[in-house]
């Protein structure tokens, strides 16, 4: 439709005899990369003059390189392998645990006053600081960041999941009544699709809980990982090689958020204007 | 077996101390319009509720075709104040849903689903969703959707008052112009008075505290009913001598309550 065009963003101190207004106007995403281009070019420059030590601070050429040199080596996708792997096991044993939990507390009263005081309290509670104690149990392996991982985020969904089935609108499920919908019929077509947006925000949240799960976790105690690289960067004072870890976890963070907004909008697209 | 098509003898309700209804006894014959007008908390409402059997009578009993009802069923389709209609989908599966609870689809479901979208003038808009549609058009919808399950009985519970007062005179024509496609058996909740004899051949006044039928006024002004017939002068006697009949337990109700 007509009104979906985005208006485009004047800039403030430009001025150009081509538009109307006089303003140079960009699009809206043409603004976002000027200025993340700006911020780099300021920190380099911040980094080269300022601050000229790389033991406090690696100006982003310095990442550049250490990026190159670390996925040279092949050291890099050691480390990015073992996170992933960590990251993507419990995020799905999360998401399973914590879209079906929260189903059955949405459903069920006894479960719901059952779990809800572990629920409300173990997402509350910084879990991640129990990650040495999951390496005493569980080894120095993946195992004990995937339940660091699984801990934080599974609550996140269950949360939402039950909160999304719990807002259903009374009106449409009375409305299903009438039409002679039976239980079933009454969750499976209107409870179900009318928490989707609420399952999904649930799920987008435990990408970046998830993310702080992994790095913390191995920080305690690990061989491999983007954490471990963090950590004995950080040991050696290798700023470069520090910014280099931060900045793939950055830049996974905002490539699985995005994948996730796209979901959004083909799952749900009833949410979005 | 009678030959009403429904028949609801000394229906009561009540909501704690409060009796909403008091012995209330109607019967709608097969084909007839009728309205149920009254000031606001006169039990109107829960009448066609309990008709629908979304609420249960404390006393007395609701028969339509003879059979005595006992909950939701597909022999009467409810036409909602607020539309209802579910946000994820789209316009023709939204019409659909009442068969789609009822089982299998059958490919004359459709075509009847599709005559009827077409009928209530929204041929084109089957794929589009309820967010990108009017006021006006989603009421459309949700008089189409209580039509695919080709009811008995049609219960409609203050189906225009949403609607700004244009959009509510071209429904009521509208209305009246598809009813008059099938003549199905209506009851027809408003506290719009013109809007209750527009589009009647009778109707039964409530009066509050206790909910009860104070009146019932024939309407016999000739179909089809157009916007110059609200300019009638039987038509303005008609409003005027309903308006009188309510006219103390309007004021009583705004005046002394707050909702």
Same mark, same amino acid.
């Given at each position: 439709?007509?009104?979906?065009?985005k208006?485009?963003?004047?800039?403030?101190?430009?001025?150009?005899?081509?538009?109307?207004s006089?303003?140079v106007?960009?699009?809206?995403?043409?603004?976002?990369?000027?200025?993340?281009?700006?911020?780099?070019?300021?920190?380099?420059?911040?980094?080269?003059?300022?601050?000229?030590?790389?033991?406090?601070? =690696?100006?982003?050429?310095?990442?550049?390189?250490?990026?190159?040199?670390?996925?040279l080596?092949? %050291?890099l996708?050691?480390?990015?392998?073992?996170?992933?792997?960590?990251?993507?096991?419990?995020?799905?044993?999360?998401a399973v645990?914590?879209?079906?939990?929260?189903?059955?507390?949405?459903?069920?009263?006894?479960?719901k006053?059952?779990?809800?005081?572990?629920?409300?309290?173990?997402?509350?509670?910084?879990?991640?600081?129990?990650?040495?104690?999951?390496?005493?149990?569980?080894?120095?392996?993946?195992?004990?960041?995937?339940?660091v991982?699984?801990?934080?985020?599974?609550?996140?969904?269950?949360?939402?999941?039950?909160?999304?089935?719990?807002?259903?609108? *009374?009106?449409?499920?009375?409305?299903?009544?009438?039409?002679?919908?039976?239980?079933?019929?009454?969750?499976?077509?209107?409870?179900?699709?009318?928490?989707?947006?609420?399952?999904?925000?649930?799920?987008?949240?435990?990408?970046?809980?998830?993310?702080?799960?992994?790095?913390? !976790?191995?920080?305690?105690?690990?061989?491999?990982?983007?954490?471990r690289?963090?950590?004995?960067?950080?040991?050696?004072?290798?700023?470069?090689?520090l910014?280099?870890?931060?900045?793939?976890?950055?830049?996974?963070?905002i490539?699985?958020?995005? !994948?996730?907004?796209?979901?959004?909008?083909?799952?749900?697209?009833?949410?979005?204007? | 077996?009678?030959?009403?098509?429904l028949? =609801?003898?000394?229906?009561?309700?009540?909501?704690?101390?409060?009796?909403?209804?008091?012995e209330?006894?109607?019967?709608?014959?097969?084909?007839?319009f009728?309205?149920?007008?009254?000031?606001?908390?006169?039990?109107?409402?829960?009448?066609?509720?309990?008709?629908?059997?979304?609420?249960?009578?404390?006393?007395?009993?609701?028969?339509? &075709?003879?059979r005595?009802i006992?909950?939701?069923?597909?022999? +009467?389709g409810?036409?909602?104040?607020?539309?209802?209609?579910?946000?994820?989908?789209?316009?023709?599966?939204?019409?659909?849903?009442?068969?789609?609870?009822?089982?299998?689809?059958?490919?004359?479901?459709? =075509?009847?689903?599709?005559?009827?979208?077409?009928?209530?003038?929204?041929?084109?808009? *089957?794929?589009?969703?309820?967010?990108q549609?009017?006021?006006?058009?989603?009421? +459309?919808?949700?008089?189409?959707?209580?039509?695919?399950?080709d009811? %008995?009985?049609?219960?409609?519970?203050?189906?225009?008052?949403?609607?700004?007062?244009?959009?509510?005179?071209?429904?009521?024509?509208?209305?009246?112009?598809?009813?008059? *496609?099938?003549?199905?058996?209506?009851?027809?909740?408003?506290?719009?008075?013109?809007?209750?004899?527009?589009?009647s051949d009778?109707?039964?006044?409530?009066?509050?505290?206790?909910?009860?039928?104070?009146?019932?006024?024939?309407?016999?002004?000739?179909?089809?009913?157009?916007?110059?017939?609200?300019?009638?002068?039987?038509?303005?006697?008609?409003? &005027?001598?309903?308006?009188k009949?309510?006219?103390?337990?309007?004021?009583?109700?705004?005046?002394?309550?707050?909702?």
């Open positions: 439709m007509a009104y979906d065009k208006p485009l963003v004047p800039l403030p101190f430009l001025r150009s005899g081509k538009t109307a006089g303003r106007e960009l699009e809206g995403y043409q603004v976002a990369i000027i200025s993340v281009v700006v911020g780099l070019i300021g920190w380099q420059i911040f980094s080269d003059l300022v601050i000229a030590n790389s033991l406090f601070l =690696a100006s982003p050429t310095q990442v550049l390189e250490a990026l190159v040199s670390l996925s080596s092949g %050291e996708w050691a480390h990015v392998k073992t996170s992933a792997v960590e990251f993507l096991l419990g995020y799905a044993i999360a645990v914590g879209v079906a939990t929260g189903l059955l507390i949405a459903t069920s009263p006894f479960w006053s059952w779990l809800q005081p572990w629920i409300s309290g173990l997402y509350a509670t910084p879990t991640v600081a129990l990650g040495p104690l999951f390496i005493l149990w569980l080894g120095i392996g993946i195992w004990s960041k995937v339940l991982v699984v801990l934080l985020v599974v609550f996140a969904v269950t949360i939402n999941t039950e909160a999304g089935i719990r807002s259903t609108s *009374e009106r449409y499920l009375e409305m299903m009544r009438c039409f002679g919908a039976t239980p079933r019929q009454l969750f499976l077509k209107v409870s179900l699709p009318s928490a989707t947006p609420f399952i999904l925000a649930g799920l987008k949240l435990g990408i970046g809980r998830g993310l702080i799960g992994v790095v913390v !976790a191995e920080l305690f105690g690990s061989r491999l990982g983007l954490g690289l963090i950590g004995q960067s950080a040991d050696s004072f290798n700023m470069p090689e910014f280099a870890a931060v900045a793939i976890l950055a830049a996974s963070g490539l699985m958020n995005s !994948a996730f907004s796209k979901l959004e909008t083909r799952l749900v697209p009833w949410t979005k204007d | 077996m009678t030959a009403d098509k028949e =609801a003898r000394a229906l009561t309700k009540h909501f704690g101390d409060l009796e909403v209804l008091h209330v006894s109607a019967n709608i014959r097969e084909g007839e009728v309205a149920l007008v009254g000031p606001s908390g006169c039990g109107k409402t829960t009448f066609l509720r309990i008709v629908a059997g979304l609420e249960t009578a404390d006393g007395g009993a609701v028969e339509v &075709d003879g005595a006992s909950g939701p069923g597909r022999d +009467r409810f036409v909602f104040q607020s539309d209802s209609l579910l946000p994820w989908r789209n316009i023709f599966d939204n019409t659909i849903v009442g068969l789609e609870l009822a089982g299998r689809i059958s490919a004359e479901d459709l =075509a009847r689903t599709r005559k009827l979208l077409d009928l209530v003038g929204l041929k084109g808009f *089957e794929n589009y969703f309820p967010r549609l009017s006021g006006g058009m989603r009421q +459309r919808v949700n008089l189409a959707r209580a039509l695919a399950i009811p %008995e009985l049609l219960l409609m519970d203050e189906p225009f008052s949403a609607l700004d007062a244009q959009t509510r005179e071209i429904m009521q024509v509208e209305l009246q112009r598809i009813w008059e *496609e099938g003549r199905k058996t209506v009851l027809f909740v408003t506290h719009q008075i013109d809007e209750a004899v527009f589009l009778r109707v039964l006044v409530f009066a509050r505290r206790p909910g009860r039928i104070l009146e019932e006024v024939e309407i016999d002004l000739p179909r089809p009913r157009t916007i110059a017939t609200k300019r009638d002068p039987k038509f303005v006697t008609l409003v &005027d001598h309903i308006w009949l309510i006219e103390h337990d309007v004021r009583e109700s705004v005046l002394f309550e707050h909702h």
